[in-house]
C-alpha cells in the first residue's frame, strides 16, 4: 500500500492534477524563473523549489496550483510539471 502511495505521489508530480489543467502566464516566464527552473532540474536541487515560486510570485504568477506544488514538501521528480512550466517544455 505504501508503494502505491508512492508511485501516486510520482504521478502527481510528473503530470499534475489532470482534472485541474494549470497555465502560466508567458509574462511570467523571466529569464530568473527560466534560471532557475533549469538549475534546479539540472543539479536536481529539488528543495529549491520554493526559491522558484517566490521568482514566479515575483514575476506576477498567482497560480495557486504551481505555488503550492512548488513549495509543498516532500521528493519531487526530475519531469516535475511545475519545472517543465518553468522551462516551457508544457
Not at 497560480?63 to 522551462?87: F, K, M, T, Y
Request: charged share 20%; hydrophobic share 40%.
Amino acid at each position: 500500500m505504501a508503494l502505491r502511495r508512492v508511485q501516486a505521489d510520482y504521478l502527481r508530480c510528473i503530470f499534475g492534477n489532470p482534472f485541474r489543467p494549470v497555465a502560466l502566464v508567458l509574462s511570467c516566464l523571466t529569464p530568473t524563473v527560466y534560471a532557475w527552473a533549469e538549475a534546479i532540474k539540472t543539479d536536481r536541487t529539488f528543495t529549491e523549489l520554493p526559491i522558484l515560486a517566490d521568482a514566479l510570485e515575483d514575476a506576477g504568477c498567482t497560480s495557486e496550483d504551481i505555488l503550492h506544488h512548488c513549495r509543498q514538501p516532500g521528493e519531487h521528480v526530475r519531469s516535475c510539471w511545475a519545472l517543465d512550466l518553468g522551462l516551457c517544455k508544457c
